[in-house]
C-alpha cells in the first residue's frame, strides 16, 4: 500500500514509474522474441522441379514440409500429370 502512495503522490514519480515498467517490459519482449524461433520454410513448384526457401528451421522442420507439398493430404504420392488445385 505504501508503495502505491509513494508511485502516485507526484506526477513526475508517476511518469518515471511508467516509463521504467514500460522500459523494462519492451526488454523482455524483445528478449522472448530472439528466444523464440521462427521457423519459416515455403514450398512451391517450378516445372518439374519443387523449390523450397528454408528460414531458421531445423532439417526435421524441412523434411515434413517437403512430404507436405509432394504429397497428397492421405499421404499418397501426387501422378506426375495431376497438378496442385
Not at 64 to 80: L, M, Q, R, S, Y
Request: charged content about 25%; hydrophobic content about 40%; glycine content about 10%.
Amino acid at each position: 500500500m505504501e508503495f502505491c502512495r509513494f508511485i502516485f503522490s507526484s506526477f513526475w514519480v508517476w511518469l518515471g514509474f511508467a516509463i521504467l515498467v514500460s522500459m523494462v517490459g519492451g526488454g523482455i519482449i524483445e528478449l522472448v522474441k530472439a528466444c523464440k524461433r521462427n521457423r519459416k520454410v515455403t514450398g512451391y513448384r517450378v516445372g518439374q522441379r519443387w523449390k523450397l526457401d528454408v528460414e531458421n528451421a531445423s532439417a526435421d522442420d524441412v523434411q515434413h514440409a517437403f512430404i507436405a507439398v509432394t504429397c497428397a493430404p492421405d499421404g499418397e504420392t501426387k501422378p506426375e500429370g495431376e497438378e496442385n488445385r
